[in-house]
C-alpha cells in the first residue's frame, strides 16, 4: 500500500491550459503539504493544511489553488498554465506538522509546453 | 527566518569510503533539523531527524549525524560508502513552531565503484 500517492506522474500540457494534481494519504496524517522542485532540484513549501485547514501559503501565485476535500486529500489546481511551472510537485504529509517526520508521495512531473 | 546550507551541490567517493556531506544552519530559535535522500525519480525519505535530545543522532542505512551548536552545523556521515548510496541528499531546518521546513538546495552524492 502506497503511503502517499499522487496522480498523474506526468503530466504534460500546453501553456493557458487548467490542470489539477491528485494527493491522497493513507496514514491517518493531519497534515498535508505541496512542495514544488525547480530544474536544480530546489524544493520549496507552497502550502501546507492541518485537518483541512490552510496553514501555510507561500508566495505563490492565485493561480494555484489547493484543495482539501478531507484530511486525507489534498490537490492542487493550477490555472492557466506558463512555462515556468514546470517543475516536479511533491505532496506530502506529516502526523501534526510539529517537528514530525514528512512523508513524501513519488511526485508529478508537469511540463508544460 | 532560518535557513541551512549545503557545501558542495556534488560529493563522489569510492566504495567503501568516508561520506560527509555537509550542513551549516541559520536560526534565531534552537532548531529542529533533518536529513532526507531522494533516489531518481522518487520522493524524499527521512534519514533522520534532530530535536534536541542526543546531539549525535543516528539514522536509517548506518547515517548518522552530530549537531554542533558552536558551529551552526549538522553534518552527515557514513563510515562506508556503498553503491547503493548514491542519490541526492537533502539538509533541512525548521523552527520549534508549526513545521515549516526550509530545504538546502541538495547534495548528489556519487559512488564511484
Known amino acids: 500500500d502506497t503511503a502517499v500517492s499522487q496522480t498523474p506522474k506526468y503530466l504534460v500540457t500546453q501553456m493557458g491550459n487548467d490542470k489539477s494534481i491528485k494527493c491522497e494519504q493513507n496514514l491517518g496524517h493531519d497534515t498535508m503539504y505541496w512542495y514544488k522542485q525547480d530544474s536544480k532540484k530546489f524544493l520549496k513549501i507552497m502550502f501546507s493544511y492541518n485537518n483541512k485547514e490552510l496553514i501555510i501559503n507561500e508566495t505563490v501565485p492565485n493561480r494555484f489553488s489547493p484543495k482539501s476535500p478531507d484530511k486525507a486529500h489534498l490537490n492542487l489546481h493550477i490555472n492557466s498554465l506558463e512555462l515556468g511551472d514546470s517543475a516536479v510537485y511533491f505532496c506530502?504529509?506529516?502526523?501534526?506538522?510539529?517537528?514530525?517526520?514528512?512523508?513524501f508521495g513519488q511526485g508529478t512531473r508537469l511540463t508544460v509546453v | 527566518a532560518q535557513s541551512v546550507t549545503q557545501l558542495g551541490s556534488h560529493v563522489s567517493v569510492s566504495e567503501g569510503a568516508l561520506v560527509l556531506l555537509r550542513c551549516n544552519y541559520s536560526s534565531s530559535v534552537p532548531p529542529y533539523l533533518f536529513w532526507y535522500v531522494q533516489y531518481p525519480n522518487q520522493g524524499l525519505q527521512l534519514l533522520l531527524k534532530?530535536?534536541?535530545?542526543?546531539?549525535l543522532v543516528k539514522g536509517i542505512n548506518g547515517f548518522e549525524a552530530e549537531f554542533k551548536k558552536s558551529e551552526t552545523s549538522f553534518h552527515l556521515t557514513k563510515p562506508s560508502a556503498h553503491m547503493s548510496d548514491a542519490a541526492e541528499y537533502f539538509c533541512?531546518?525548521?523552527?520549534?513552531?508549526?513545521?515549516?521546513?526550509?530545504f538546502g538546495i541538495g547534495t548528489k552524492l556519487q559512488v564511484i565503484p
Open positions: 506530502a504529509s506529516s502526523l501534526d506538522g510539529y517537528n514530525t517526520e514528512a512523508f
Open positions: 534532530y530535536t534536541s535530545a542526543a546531539t
Open positions: 533541512a531546518v525548521s523552527d520549534r513552531g508549526y513545521q515549516k521546513v526550509t
